[in-house]
């Protein structure tokens, strides 16, 4: 049974930093993608950060871009979130998911694969 767990949100002011880590278990890489999505209030769930070619590729969504850095530990199916320079925009529930390696935007529409439960970040201003 293929596990996701969040962990490292948490509250800080604008221009802080936080790390995220998820811990996968209960699958093989071989298919499978990992990455970071987000869901603020009243808006839709959004691709962040993801892992595809077997590490060889790392995407990021255009607002995360030179702020966010996306890390990976096969040994142990960990996926980390390093997000730096946070500003009130990136408040949101950020899921970790491990999913058939597809574009963020179908994953997310979709939510195609395995998710946490989601960890809260709050940016203020």
């Known amino acids: 049974q293929v596990q996701v767990v969040e962990s490292g949100g948490g509250s800080v002011q604008a221009g802080g930093s936080l790390k995220l880590s998820c811990a996968a278990s209960g699958f093989t890489f071989s298919g499978f993608c990992m990455g970071w999505f987000r869901q603020a209030p009243g808006k839709e769930r959004e691709g962040v950060a993801a892992?595809?070619?077997?590490?060889?590729?790392?995407v990021y969504t255009d607002s995360v871009k030179g702020r966010f850095t996306i890390s990976q530990d096969n040994a142990k199916n960990t996926l980390t979130l390093q997000m730096n320079s946070l500003i009130p925009e990136d408040t949101a529930m950020y899921y970790c998911?491990?999913?058939?390696?597809?574009?963020?935007?179908?994953?997310?529409?979709?939510?195609?694969?395995?998710w946490g439960q989601g960890t809260q970040v709050t940016v203020s201003s």
């Open positions: 998911a491990v999913f058939p390696c597809a574009p963020m935007a179908v994953v997310a529409s979709r939510r195609s694969g395995y």
């Open positions: 892992r595809y070619s077997g590490g060889a590729t790392y």
